[in-house]
């Protein structure tokens, strides 16, 4: 494909939601250093960070939450929009509404989207950690709890900038205690503590654990309810785990 061809998509790569084969397209154009595509890709993503940093409080609607939750593949009650978890839901959201065939239309609407997303008083830190972990050109995608009614989402893996954990139907942790993501490494090795994050009243979470990550020495990530203070090693029952592919 030429430049003009993608002209289309860059919005979508810069969101990580591209599909095939215009991502790996432009990616090849990246590669090769293609002037056009890299100042394309650049426009995007300032874009995008420039609407979302500016954009006023706005609260978002209840239809839009259901879209974003049924988009995420979670239940339709409640959501209550966990600040950095908003953001990435959107994202999701937009692939739903590129997905219905309304290409034309996913530009203004993806703007939209982050600039709602974006105006709930994100932290910009931890959300350029997620985007850098959705954008990256080797990141994988893991789903976990599909055919289970209790806790269910995505893992976001990328070997040069870590890991992004969402979830839902996660019940609240108790008093004193909190959620621990575990690295399970292949061989029957010890599992590697990978971060403490809690989850909101409406069963929904986010975690970025940041640093380099070899995927290949690595059999999957599992999540269990520990003292708040964080373990050394797991003292309860997986409630997630999510074999890496």
Known sequence: ??????????????????????????????????????AEVKRARELAAILASTAAPLAPSPKLRRRILAAAGAQSYGFGWAPALAAVAALSLCAAVYFSGRER????EARSLLA?????????????????????ADTTVTSFGEKQPKPKGRVFVNPSQGVLLIASNLATAPEGQAYEMWLIPRGGKAPVPFGMFQARSDGTAMHVQLGA?????????????EAAAGVSAPTSTPVIVAALQ
Do not use: K, W
């Open 213 to 225: 990550l070899d995927v290949s020495a690595a059999a999957a990530l599992a999540v269990t309810l």
């Open 1 to 38: 494909m030429n430049c003009s061809e993608l002209r289309d998509h860059f919005e979508l790569y810069s969101l990580g939601l591209a599909e095939e084969p215009e991502r790996s397209e432009i990616r090849a154009h990246l590669e090769r250093g293609c002037e056009v595509c890299m």
């Open 116 to 136: 709602q997303a974006r105006s709930q008083n994100i932290e910009l830190t931890r959300l350029d950690e997620a985007f850098a972990i959705l954008y990256g």
């Open 105 to 108: 239309e996913f530009s203004q």
